[in-house]
């Protein structure tokens, strides 16, 4: 376990009130470089990782998600290296995804900085890997991630290599039993919604947090201050993340948290 893990574990224990919500950046990782896209296509780079970490830490980021996006259809594992880099430079939980099959797998990523990982397709094509995770681990450091959409006939179904495969598996019954098998929590990011910029998905969001005892975070959509607000507001989401508008600059995550505020919805100034 690095210094930089042991430092980020008292931070989150001394200052992170469980009742209060999380203000999430994501670093969608191709080829060592942050990407971002629309509807999961169309990746343009969006800058180095590790100085992006840095910085959403010093901008008062509550946790930092790294999602190794080629990982699962490369069939390589996450990239523990520039985990570790990014570790070094952060003092706020940090989650990563993308390649983990195996406790070997999570042992790697949790031994180069990470605090949580989050597992998404080879969970669904093996529902048992979340079970075994939790029982190594503890369920507080397996998240699941589910990329959902929504289709014609209105319901939300499970996807997965990074958007590419349609399950037929509706959203809120594979979610219900991830938290069964084990997930402390659920990453849950609209495909319809993503890169957007045009609001989180209230519907599905609500559903899931209403329906289960583990915090839901919102992802896909967010684009203004409003959004972010508005979710926290009508969906009873525990957590927002976002990655181009922080990215890119076009939203700061201190507007987000003041707005917040301003709203009466609790969060870590």
């Known amino acids: 376990m690095t210094e930089a893990h042991v430092l980020r574990g008292f931070y989150y224990f001394s200052f992170f009130p469980m009742l209060t919500k999380r203000i999430i950046p994501c670093l969608d990782i191709k080829d060592g470089r942050t990407v971002k896209g629309i509807n999961f296509e169309g990746l343009r780079d969006a800058g180095d990782p590790v100085e992006l970490g840095k910085v959403y830490a010093q901008q008062g980021a509550d946790e930092l998600v ?13 990239l523990s290296e520039l985990v570790n880099k990014i570790a070094h430079q952060i003092n706020i939980p940090f989650t990563v995804g993308g390649g983990i099959r195996s406790v070997e797998d999570v042992s790697v990523l949790l031994q180069n900085g990470a605090d949580k990982i989050s597992v998404n397709t080879a969970a669904f094509n093996n529902p048992g890997l979340i079970k075994e995770l939790a029982s190594e681990f503890g369920s507080q450091c397996v998240v699941l991630a589910i990329d959902t959409k929504k289709e014609e006939d209105g319901n939300w179904y499970v996807y997965l ?9 509706k959203c ?21 919604h993503d890169g957007t910029k045009q609001g989180f998905a209230l519907d599905i969001t609500k559903e899931l947090a209403e329906n289960l005892p583990v915090p839901v ?6 684009g203004t201050v409003d959004h972010f607000v508005e979710v926290f507001l009508k969906s009873n989401a525990d957590s ?19 707005a917040m505020q301003e709203n009466d919805i609790p969060v870590r100034i």
């Not at 790294?66 to 996450?78: G, M, Q, S, V």
């Not at 958007?163 to 598996?169: A, E, I, N, P, S």
């Not at 809120?172 to 609209?190: C, F, H, P, R, Y």
């Open 66 to 78: 790294f999602l190794d996006i080629t990982a699962t259809n490369e069939k390589r594992k996450t």
């Open 240 to 258: 927002a993340l976002a990655a181009s508008i922080f990215h890119f600059k076009e939203v700061e995550i201190c507007e987000v948290k003041k």
């Open 161 to 169: 290599n990074g958007g590419r495969l349609k399950t037929g598996v």
């Open 172 to 192: 809120i019954d594979w979610a219900k039993q991830a938290v069964a098998l084990g997930a402390g929590e659920i990453l849950l990011t609209s495909m319809n």
């Open 217 to 222: 975070i919102a992802s896909g959509g967010g």
